[in-house]
């Protein structure tokens, strides 16, 4: 089979692909999740946990992914990723326990680590500037379908085989991955860092992106946006489920009505980010985060108790996030195209840390209504849109001043 070449559509259908395992995983059995309680005889705590580890676990791997990449290249970093990822899925329909599950959680989570850096280094390896965000907004459209069909997907595995269908056929859709990449993907790092693993240099590296105001900024845009689509993750199905009363195929089409919202903000992002640029699109954008964060909050607030209140907000909100996220990444990869692979890193690392403490918040502050995820949503609407205006545009005009002068 031919490699694919960098301006064929193939090549982003490729690497939408790659990017939707990762909610693909984490979307799949969110509607089993109360069931699961039962069946592992667990609190909802300890199977709310199985989501917790595999973020935090997918963010942590992720300092080490990017800089593997650059050492070993991105080919390689992808196939071993794959590789574990089906491992570990399998171990995860294999759990006869809760702490079992959780393992095999984590395992899958350093799996993940690659397979969502890795993405959008080749991107940066082969685009830059408003040229890469039109194009992570194109894999954005691929990857927005992966949260809709994934749980109404695996509400009917769960309905016709129990939730364990669920890891099977995700250890299924990888093995169909690492086929294509095996037999697809050219290697798009020209020259490999030898050094990008060895721990001075990868300090160094990561010191010039955290000294970047810039960078920092579109880093903590992406990781308070992503709090709130994670605080949802953590949340709705015992909203839905347990609160308002819905089946878990009732679920599954309320959350993929709410994901449709990636694909609307995906579409509009790759057609409005060349005519906009990425900063005057990020900062529409998250006008929009604030709008629906704060009317989700008001909502939870009154008690007002339908699902509506849940779903019209966060489909707004969706559709915000996928117009602010591959934007706020194309402006913080750009100016650093010789370590890619460690910008992406880092960038990964904050925003699955600060974005599983929304979705832990979530799992410990549940009082049996929407209020708690309902807030945290809001909270990061708030700081997203803070942070893209104090740091980003602060930045801007701080300097214009020095120009001036």
């Known amino acids: 089979m ?25 979307d799949i059995y969110l509607a089993s999740m109360p069931s699961m309680t039962r ?53 995860c329909a294999l759990s006869t326990n809760v702490t079992m599950l959780i393992a095999a959680r984590g395992a899958q989570a350093l799996s993940m680590a690659t397979v969502a850096v890795v993405p959008r280094a080749i991107v ?32 009917h595995l769960h309905v016709w085989f129990g939730w364990q269908a669920n890891f099977v056929f995700v250890a299924a859709y990888g093995m169909l991955l690492l086929t294509w990449v095996g037999y697809s993907l050219p290697e798009t ?72 919202g990636n694909i609307t903000g995906a579409t509009m992002g790759s057609r409005l980010v060349t005519r906009w640029g990425i900063d005057r699109m990020i900062s529409r954008a998250t006008w929009l985060l604030l709008a629906a964060g704060l009317t989700m909050g008001a909502l939870a607030w009154l008690n007002i108790r339908h699902p509506l209140i849940i779903v019209v907000p966060m489909f707004a909100y969706m559709v915000g996030l996928m117009t602010t996220m591959p934007q706020a990444t194309a402006g913080a ?57 104090l740091l980003v545009r602060g930045n801007e005009s701080h300097r214009a001043a020095a120009e001036s002068a």
């Open 124 to 155: 940066r390896d082969l685009y830059a500037g408003d040229r890469a965000a039109h194009m992570l907004s194109l894999m954005g459209v691929v990857l927005g379908v992966a949260p809709i069909v994934a749980p109404i997907l695996g509400s």
């Open 189 to 260: 790092l020209r020259n490999p860092d030898r050094r990008a693993t060895v721990p001075a240099v990868m300090r160094a590296n990561f010191g010039r992106l955290l000294r970047s105001r810039r960078y920092v900024g579109y880093m903590l845009v992406a990781a308070f946006t992503m709090s709130g689509l994670f605080a949802f993750l953590a949340g709705s199905a015992f909203v839905f489920v347990a609160v308002l009363g819905h089946s878990e195929q009732g679920f599954a089409f309320l959350f993929g009505a709410v994901m449709l």
């Open 2 to 26: 031919a490699k694919l070449k960098s301006d064929s559509p193939a090549i982003t259908l490729l690497l939408g692909a790659l990017i939707a395992i990762a909610p693909l995983a984490m």
């Open 333 to 389: 990869l750009t100016p650093f195209p010789q370590i890619a692979g460690s910008a992406s890193s880092l960038l990964s690392f904050v925003q699955f840390v600060v974005a599983s403490s929304a979705a832990l918040t979530v799992g410990l502050a549940f009082d049996g209504t929407p209020r708690a995820m309902a807030t945290v949503i809001a909270i990061a609407a708030i700081l997203a849109f803070i942070a893209f205006r």
């Open 39 to 91: 069946a592992l005889h667990a609190s909802p705590e300890h199977v709310q946990l199985t989501l917790s580890v595999y973020m935090y676990g997918w963010g942590v791997a992720q300092l080490l992914a990017g800089p593997l990449s650059d050492r070993f290249g991105r080919r390689p970093a992808l196939l071993c990723g794959l590789g574990l990822f089906i491992a570990a899925s399998a171990a």
